[in-house]
């Protein structure tokens, strides 16, 4: 994954100076917090955080949708399988 310089902050930075992340978050998007020069933790706006919340659910539903789909189509060879 590909992330911005600007939006890395060391995690000693933001145990001090917390107001400094949520600028970065404000005016980037997103803030990614460094532990051991390795990203570790992502800090977004809720709004943000929604927004992925409801693309994960509609993906999880397309996935379920098309297993469904496959079972549905399928069933016959699956009893079939199963005896």
Do not use: C, H, W
């Amino acid at each position: 994954m590909l992330v911005n310089t600007e939006n890395l902050v060391p995690i000693t930075e933001a145990d001090k100076n917390f107001s400094s992340v949520i600028r970065v978050v404000e005016e980037r998007g997103m803030a990614v917090i460094l532990k051991n020069d390795t990203p570790k933790y992502v800090l977004v706006s809720f709004d943000e955080y929604d927004e992925i919340q409801a693309f994960r659910k509609e993906r999880a539903k397309k996935i379920s949708d098309e297993v469904d789909n496959i079972i549905e189509e399928n069933l016959e060879a699956f009893m079939e399988l199963a005896k």
